[in-house]
C-alpha cells in the first residue's frame, strides 16, 4: 500500500461528496431525523433510551451500505476504475482510500446523531460516552466495507440496492433486535453467531447499560473491527481489470 496514493484516492472521493450535496445530506441526516420521529412516536423517555441505541447501531450501518455500494459500482460501470486500475494505484489503496472518505462522512453522522440525541432527546447513559461513539463508528465503517465488497457483484445501481435486503435484513432479524439471540431455534442462533451485526448491536447496549465494560464488550468490537478488515480483504481480491 502507498500511502501517497491512498489519501489522494480518499481526498478524490471526499471531492466528489462535496460537490453531490444531496447525498452528503442523505448521509448525515437521515439517521438524526429517524431517530428523532422515533423519540415522538414512542413520547416514553425509558422506552426511547432501550430504542435509541439500536436505531444508533442499525441506521449509519444501513446508509453507509447503500451510499458506498451505488457509489463504487458507479466507479466499476463509467469506467473510471478501469482507468485508475491502469495506474500504480493498488486494489488496497482504492479501498482504503474510499475507507478514509466514507469513515470521515461516518464520524459526521454518528457525531450529528449522538449530539442530538444526548442533549435535545434527553437519551440518558449509565457509562461514559467513549464506547458508544466507537461501536458506532465500527458499524458505520462496517456497513462502507460490505458496500465495496457487494458492489462488486451487481452490474446496475438497481442491484446494488437489491442487496441490501438480501445483506441487511437477515442480519437485522437474527441481530436480536426482535427476538434475544439465545431464544432462537438452534440453527438460527448459529447463523445469528456468525453475523457480524449481531455482535456490534450487543455492543452498543453494553456501552449504554454498563459503567464497567467487560470482556463482552471488547469480544463485541474485535469481532466487527476484524469483520471491516475481512470485507476490505475480500473486496480488494474483486478488484480485477477487465481490460488487458
Known amino acids: 500500500m502507498n500511502a501517497t496514493i491512498t489519501l489522494a484516492t480518499a481526498r478524490r472521493i471526499m471531492t ?28 416514553d423517555e425509558r422506552s426511547f433510551t432501550a430504542w435509541a441505541p439500536i436505531l444508533l447501531c442499525v441506521f449509519p ?31 488496497l489503496d482504492l479501498l482504503i482510500g474510499y475507507g478514509l472518505a466514507f469513515g470521515f462522512m461516518a464520524v459526521l453522522q454518528v457525531s450529528l446523531a449522538l449530539a442530538v440525541s444526548l442533549t435535545w432527546l434527553g437519551l440518558e447513559l449509565t457509562g461514559p460516552l467513549w464506547p458508544l461513539v466507537l461501536v458506532a463508528l465500527l458499524n458505520a465503517l462496517l456497513g462502507t466495507a460490505l458496500g ?14 437489491q442487496f441490501m435486503p438480501v445483506v441487511m435484513i437477515p442480519q437485522l432479524l437474527l441481530g436480536g433486535i426482535l427476538v434475544p439471540r439465545d431464544q432462537m431455534a438452534t440453527v438460527l442462533e448459529w447463523i445469528s453467531n456468525v453475523l457480524p451485526m449481531s455482535y456490534a448491536i450487543e455492543g452498543m447496549k453494553l456501552a449504554v447499560v454498563s459503567d ?32 488487458p
Not at 450535496?21 to 413520547?43: C, E, G, H, K, Q
Not at 465495496?148 to 440496492?161: G, H, I, K, N, P
Request: charged share 20%.
Open 16 to 43: 466528489q461528496l462535496r460537490n453531490d450535496r444531496r447525498t452528503v445530506a442523505l448521509m448525515s441526516l437521515v439517521p438524526t431525523l429517524v431517530i428523532t420521529l422515533l423519540y415522538f412516536v414512542i413520547d
Open 148 to 161: 465495496l465488497l457487494c458492489s462488486a457483484f451487481a452490474r446496475t445501481e438497481f442491484q446494488a440496492v
Open 61 to 91: 450501518f444501513l446508509v453507509m451500505f447503500l451510499v458506498t455500494s451505488i457509489s463504487t459500482l458507479r466507479e466499476r460501470t463509467s469506467g473510471t476504475l478501469e482507468r485508475l486500475m491502469a495506474s500504480p494505484l493498488r486494489q
Open 212 to 243: 464497567d465494560l467487560s470482556g463482552d464488550f471488547w469480544r463485541d468490537v474485535l469481532v466487527v473491527g476484524g469483520s471491516i478488515l475481512l470485507a476490505l480483504g475480500l473486496g480488494a481480491a474483486t478488484l480485477r481489470r477487465r481490460t
